[in-house]
């Protein structure tokens, strides 16, 4: 499995930006897409994720309302969507995928089978 981050970039507090996460290398449908993040210093947190085949979504409450994830299953990739972006937004994302068996979505990174390389988000004040 290889997924190959991108989209990320510099912007100003309230701006918008759009992550993707092309995975290539199977079937996904049985796969947990998620998206962390990790800013200096810090643990990388769980963000968001999305279960390819239901289409099922969780977020951490610090972006719910703000980003949304999605997937486009004929170009196997997956979006987050991010708006209002505030400056603790800043980390390097990473999308990650889960095989499932029962259909939920984990929120650890440690439950995350495959990762893509990171993709910088700056948001300036």
């Known amino acids: 499995v290889q997924l190959q981050a991108s989209g990320g970039g510099l912007v100003q507090a309230g701006g918008s930006l759009r992550l993707s996460c092309a995975a290539s290398?199977?079937?996904?449908?049985?796969?947990?897409m998620g998206w962390f993040r990790q800013a200096p210093g810090k643990e990388r947190e769980f963000v968001a994720a999305i279960s390819w085949i239901a289409g099922g979504t969780n977020y951490r409450d610090s972006v719910k309302g703000r980003f949304t994830i999605s997937r486009e299953s004929a170009k196997n990739t997956v979006y987050l969507q991010m708006n209002s972006l505030k400056s603790e937004d800043t980390a390097v994302y990473y999308c990650a995928a889960h095989e499932t068996i029962t259909g939920s979505i984990p929120i650890f990174s440690y439950e995350y089978n495959y990762w893509g390389q990171g993709t910088q988000v700056t948001v300036s004040s």
């Open positions: 290398g199977r079937t996904f449908s049985r796969y947990i």
